[in-house]
């Protein structure tokens, strides 16, 4: 008797076991199964395009066409690096003695403070382009790298004064209360000792806000035209009025890709807490 | 320096970021909702017109209600599978497992690709005559063979929801997956022990003591699908008719296809102000919690 309902919660077991595997090749399935066949098209002729069969002959042609003129995708991805990398340099620096304040003292309206700063990132970001647009307009700043930096630093900044802060209440004060005690000034103890304890956490929060900037579309779709335009609107040029070339978009598409894949692995760990501000660790 | 003030000093560089590039911007939408101004017409800004587009856009723009709609089933829709998802899939990877740790080793390729890409990709994968989604859709369901997914309102915003759930439910598994990391397994053992089975232990002991974490990724979502435009643009354009023309891409069409700017503007606050009330909850919620500010 004992021994059959024993066989019976075994079997029980197996079809769990089975259900769950199924479950999770299925969600393995749905997440690579995009970005696999973005590569493979990447790769593949114009004839071979909607050929559904992973047998083709592969050719390099794509990334060469796409770097070629009329398309000069190159432009473009060095209007994102600059952008992501200026915004990235710009932000840090603030956003790390903000999150040092907020975490070494107590003063005035700090909570009103920090609530503002926090909530910011909540807001529409089609919200904030209209004024900028109008105001770009005005000083004959549309189309430059400029005009993305200073509206990519509205989205970044919140975010980095957030992750810094997450960051910096978790070193210990010791060294620092040491150094101030031995007449260091402040901004001395910042730099020669809290900096360089900080430093991975530094390093996370600017490869999260370079992500970010990269990846940021709203701003340049409205924002540029053709000196500044980035990657994530360059793809939408392969969009012709002679049809969709996606074989192109393909390869731009892998070419946008990659670095952010090998960025965001590298700080896999803190991702999660970038986005939900510490509120899960 | 005086910490006294050297603290408010070291603020202040952050503090001219936000107050320049967030703060001026919502102040200038703000005025700008309130006059009449139409770039068609004139470069400057027009005369005051007091609350006259937002009483337009509450009663008198099929094209605002039609967005509102549109966008109230996006976020029901797209927040309710990110979480349920999410929390499924966190659950299934607490496990250890060959499976498991591959498919958590992927989970964070998906957000790290742009969303403007990610709607891209879906217009091709859903292509009405070759695309691979289409094709593999009819083959699994013959009744679907040649589908036009994007030329139907109502499939076209549930690939819509597809796209931007591809990119949330493995990112937000992650965050369900930190949650329960943190969880005691004291109590989960315990129940166990008093011969609870599993399903009992998942109702009655591990979700309630999660509950704080899906509060988070049902907001933050909430938040993210309210703000959602990327997609629209690159992968139904607002179509067919109106039928994924969500808030935010209403926003934009008014603003750089009509160039309203007065009309633009108000639309945008009236979205602003549902994220704000959101934000205000959300922030009340984990700052709550020891460690905030």
């Not at chain 1, 089975?18 to 690579?32: N, Q, T």
């Not at chain 1, 999660?272 to 501000?277: C, F, I, L, S, W």
Request: contains cysteine; hydrophobic residues 55%.
């Amino acid at each position: 008797m004992s021994g059959t309902r024993a066989a019976a919660a075994r079997r029980r077991k197996l079809v769990v076991k089975a259900v769950e595997s199924a479950i999770l090749l299925l969600a393995l399935f749905l997440i690579l199964f995009p970005i696999v066949w973005m590569a493979l098209t990447a790769f593949k002729r114009p004839v071979d395009l909607f050929d559904l069969t992973v047998t083709f002959t592969p050719t390099l042609d794509n990334f060469r066409t796409i770097f070629a003129a009329p398309w000069n995708i190159g432009a473009a991805v060095w209007n994102s690096t600059v952008v992501a990398g200026l915004t990235v340099l710009i932000s840090i620096p603030c956003s790390t003695l903000a999150a040092y304040a907020f975490s070494r003292f107590e003063m005035r309206f700090k909570g009103a403070l920090f609530f503002t700063i926090l909530a910011t990132q909540f807001i529409p970001a089609v919200v904030v382009v209209l004024p900028f647009y109008l105001l770009f307009r005005d000083l004959g700043l549309l189309d430059t790298h400029l005009a993305l930096v200073i509206v990519n630093l509205a989205i970044v900044t919140p975010f980095a004064v957030w992750m810094l802060k997450g960051f910096l209440d978790a070193v210990p004060t010791e060294s620092e209360e040491a150094a101030l005690v031995d007449g260091a000034t402040r901004l001395r103890v910042i730099l020669d000792i809290v900096v360089p304890m900080v430093w991975p956490g530094v390093l996370v929060t600017a490869v999260f806000c370079f992500i970010l900037t990269w990846n940021e579309f709203l701003f340049a779709l409205i924002l540029t035209r053709d000196d500044a335009v980035t990657l994530p609107v360059g793809i939408t040029r392969f969009r012709t009025e002679r049809g969709d070339l996606w074989e192109l978009i393909a390869a731009a598409g892998i070419l946008i890709s990659i670095p952010m894949f090998l960025l965001s692995s590298v700080i896999q760990r803190h991702f999660v807490r970038g986005m939900t501000g510490g509120a899960v660790k | 320096m005086q910490d006294r003030r050297l603290k408010y000093v070291l603020i202040l560089p952050a503090a001219l970021l936000v107050l320049g590039t967030t703060i001026w911007p919502l102040a200038v939408s703000l005025v700008t909702s309130f006059r009449d101004w139409r770039l068609t017409r004139s470069l400057t800004p027009g005369p005051f017109i007091g609350s006259e587009h937002y009483v337009t856009a509450l009663t008198d723009d099929p094209d605002f209600l039609n967005a509102l709609q549109v966008t109230a089933s996006f976020v029901a829709i797209d927040v309710t599978l990110t979480v349920v998802c999410a929390l499924g899939l966190a659950l299934l990877l607490r496990r250890a497992g060959v499976l498991h740790s591959l498919t958590r080793a992927v989970l964070i390729l998906p957000f790290a690709v742009s969303p403007a890409l990610v709607g891209i990709s879906f217009r091709f994968m859903f292509n009405a005559e070759m695309g691979v989604f289409t094709w593999l859709a009819g083959t699994l369901v013959p009744w679907l063979k040649g589908y036009v997914w994007l030329g139907d309102p109502v499939a076209s915003l549930l690939v819509l929801v597809f796209s931007d759930a591809w990119r949330w439910v493995p990112y937000m598994t992650l965050v369900v997956l930190g949650g329960l990391s943190a969880l005691p397994r004291e109590p989960e053992e315990a129940a166990r022990i008093d011969g609870a089975s599993e399903w009992q232990v998942l109702r009655d002991v591990t979700l309630p003591a999660l509950l704080p974490v899906l509060a988070v990724v049902a907001i933050l979502k909430t938040v993210f699908a309210l703000k959602m435009f990327d997609q629209v643009v690159t992968l139904t354009g607002g179509g067919p008719g109106q039928s994924t023309t969500t808030l935010a891409y209403l926003v934009y069409s008014i603003a750089f296809r009509w160039y309203d700017m007065g009309y633009a503007s108000a639309v945008a606050w009236i979205l602003t102000a549902m994220l704000v009330f959101l934000a205000v909850w959300y922030m009340k919620l984990i700052l709550r919690k020891p460690g905030g500010a």
